[in-house]
């Protein structure tokens, strides 16, 4: 008899977790303490934009597979493999993981798990938390031991988190029996030949902080390169292009411009270093202070460029802004780099217009004081600069003779260094990028 399964939270991870198992077959039971989230579901409305999910969702509750729910005795009763799926933000005022979403799942799922099944972290945590949530589900369940934990670490790509859950490149299973991985070795089999690895609790929470720390720190590599080719008057996207060449180094996230932000990387790297002070390996991390550091100059930079083209004063300078997600194919604006620029740029005095193709609602309810357009266009319109700061396809293709009618002054800053220079050039504008002559 197949399993059945329950999502413990329906954020960006749950609700893709819960559409990408029923469309794998399985019956799935999301749950979460957001009614009016659990209603939007319900309908087949998304609480997030991510390309292709809504079509799964909506076919999945169509055929019956997939339901939702606020109801954590329901849940228990309904499921032999829970997922969890909840966020663990940065703690305000310091560096470490908020971990309190996770117990109060533990805490209000336990005392109705009268039978034996499997619960699965999926959330990124600190090492260690794994155990003891472990302890505390044997303690807080009727079923006691025949209760168990496992961690699987998720490792989607905003905007390609669908095809990252039914493709995936590796699954990682921290276990603590041989039944705990025969039950998800089960789960995942219609996924097909996957690599599989199969570990302890700790190795299982550290591969997910430590993916992140390298792909920040690649990141953050390429930036302070272009920190060095600004000051020596090099072109850090040729010097990339080369570096790519070579197999031990390779082409992704190699690209250079504003960096990093988002709901994932910037609070990951922060926890993990907090954590690693916490086990008295904290100098084993240095090296991360400096990577978030480099990563937040970039935002500094931007804006001393766009302050230069205008004459060293936002004050009376209209500015178009393109992009306000913190990545293309996602209205994500969490510790996004656009707004970040969008908005200290307005604080210093200047007008400042946004457009983005999916991220505009999510950026006004954050920032009201901002202007906001519904095209390009109207976004540059009377600019006196327009900065590019997210990388959608829409902005990577847009005519420069044609969006420079639109603008009072043709300066253009590329945040992305996601145009090309000589074209813009060509139609006249005054062309400038992160790391580039």
Sequence with gaps: ?????????????????????????FEVLGLDVDLG??????RGELPIHEPGLEELLRRNLANGRLRFTTSYQEAAEFGDVHFVCVGTPQKK?????DVSYLDAVVESLAPFLDRECLVVGKSTVPVGTAERLAEKLVRLAPAGSQVELAWNPEFLREGFAVRDTLKPDRIVLGVASERAEKVLRDVYAPLGDIPMVVTDYPTAELVK??????????????NAMAEVCEASHADVKQLSLALSFDERIGGKFLN????????????????FMARAGELGAD???????EVDAINMRRRARMVDLARGLVGGSFHGCTVGVLGAAFKPNSDDIRDSPALDVAVT????????????????DNARRAHPNLGYADSATGAVSGADVVLLLTEWQEFVVLDPEELGQAVRIRNIVDGRNALDAETWRAA???YRALGRP
């Excluded at 005022?93 to 993981?97: H, I, P, R, T, V």
């Excluded at 100098?283 to 202070?289: D, K, S, W």
């Design 283 to 289: 100098q084993a991390l240095t090296f991360l202070r």
């Design 1 to 25: 008899m197949p399993y059945r399964l329950t999502v413990l939270g329906t954020g960006y991870l749950g609700a893709t977790h819960a559409a990408c198992m029923a469309e794998l077959g």
């Design 209 to 222: 902080s430590a993916a992140n720390a390298f792909l920040a720190t690649k990141i953050s590599f390429i």
């Design 256 to 271: 250079p411009g504003l960096g990093f932000g988002g709901g994932c990387l910037p609070k990951d790297i922060r926890a």
């Design 345 to 360: 740029i307005g604080q210093a005095g200047g007008r400042v217009t946004v457009y983005d193709p999916v991220a505009l």
């Design 428 to 430: 006249g504008w005054n």
């Design 93 to 97: 005022g310091e560096y470490a993981a």
């Design 37 to 42: 989230k659990i209603e939007r579901l319900r």
